[in-house]
């Protein structure tokens, strides 16, 4: 009898599990959603991460397409700017702050408040703090549980704490730092992607940091696809593949050196491949309406969290190591 699961490691294999040729959307569907099916009772989920129904698939896709166009649009964009300095404020209200939970807290604030609308008055730090605890928390029971599937839980999680590894790579980096303060400034597409002085002294784009870092903590480090067989071939062939994102993204594709935090791989002079080689956001006709969206605005966040830790103000207490989901203890923000 054959495994029950079948793992993906390279590039290569992730990318055709992903984005198998000439298969319809519906069948993408239901091999998306029959590993999510626990996600309904667990997590409440009715989305199209659970259902196999292209309209439902179609009216999430359109939907969201919607907000992001919104937001995208040149006075959509200058508000959520504005929206991410005002929620970065409000949480800078006491002389010591847990890092973990004030990235957490603004990260979820911009998305109700600059995404959604809702009025950033009506959130209050107190009850914006409790619910992305109560998200984290309800993450790690259903990590726990057996044989639930981690594809969302791990959006929820990973698409919020990788902003704060982001500040951290950065903040330690005078040269990240600058590319990011510089961006702080003028948050354009123009300067999301430009390297600064070119040559031997070259500063890495925030698109090339932003990129390094969904690379080694991709959002979603797995995703599971179920194998839907007429039942008489079950017995010879996997249950279940999964494409194990975190792996692929740390190969020797990447360059030398792949386990390190290295923005520059990305710059044009470095033989390592394009950014649509990266499957943070997935890959093919599944791929996260996100995707081109989520980076410019999680180099806002960073941007606008850096430009307080400036030293005057405020400061960032180190930790003993860099955490995911757990292991930031010890990381605060502190007023000077």
Not at 10 to 24: E, F, G, H, Q, Y
Not at 183 to 199: I, K, S, V
Request: hydrophobic letters at 40%; proline letters at 6%; a neutral charge.
């Amino acid at each position: 009898m054959a495994p029950r699961t079948r793992i993906h490691t390279s590039v290569r294999a992730v990318r055709t599990l992903l984005n198998p040729p000439d298969i319809p959307i519906s069948a993408l569907l239901r091999a998306r959603s029959i590993p999510n099916q626990r996600l309904v009772k667990a997590l409440g989920i009715s989305s199209t991460f659970v259902s196999d129904d292209p309209g439902i698939h179609d009216v999430f896709t359109r939907e969201a397409k919607v907000l992001i166009t919104a937001v995208t649009a040149k006075d959509g964009w200058s508000r959520l700017v504005d929206v991410t300095e005002s929620c970065v404020n409000r949480f800078l209200d006491a002389e010591s702050l847990d890092y973990a939970t004030f990235v957490r807290s603004v990260t979820l604030s911009v998305v109700l408040a600059g995404l959604l609308g809702t009025d950033i008055e009506d959130l209050d730090p107190a009850d914006v703090a409790f619910v992305t605890k109560a998200i984290n928390d309800r993450w790690a029971q259903s990590k726990s549980s057996t044989g639930l599937t981690t594809e969302v839980l791990d959006r929820i999680n990973h698409h919020i704490i990788r902003w704060a590894i982001a500040v951290v790579y950065s903040n330690r980096n005078c040269l990240l730092r600058d590319a990011f303060m510089t961006y702080n400034e003028n948050p354009t597409d123009d300067q999301f992607r430009a390297f600064a002085n070119e040559g031997t002294g070259a500063q890495p784009s925030v698109e090339a940091i932003v990129s390094e870092v969904l690379r080694l903590h991709p959002p979603t480090r797995h995703i599971t696809r179920a194998v839907v067989v007429p039942w008489w071939k079950r017995p010879f062939v996997p249950s279940v593949d999964v494409a194990d994102v975190e792996e692929a993204q740390k190969s020797l594709v990447f360059g030398s050196d792949p386990e390190s935090f290295n923005p520059m791989r990305f710059h044009a002079s470095h033989s390592a491949p394009k950014r649509d080689q990266l499957y943070a956001f997935g890959h093919g006709k599944l791929k996260c309406v996100a995707a081109s969206w989520a980076p410019p605005a999680a180099a806002v966040i960073s941007a606008k969290i850096m430009a307080k830790l400036d030293g005057v103000a405020f400061t960032l207490q180190e930790g003993p190591c860099i955490g995911k989901r757990e292991g930031w203890e010890g990381w605060s923000i502190e007023r000077v």
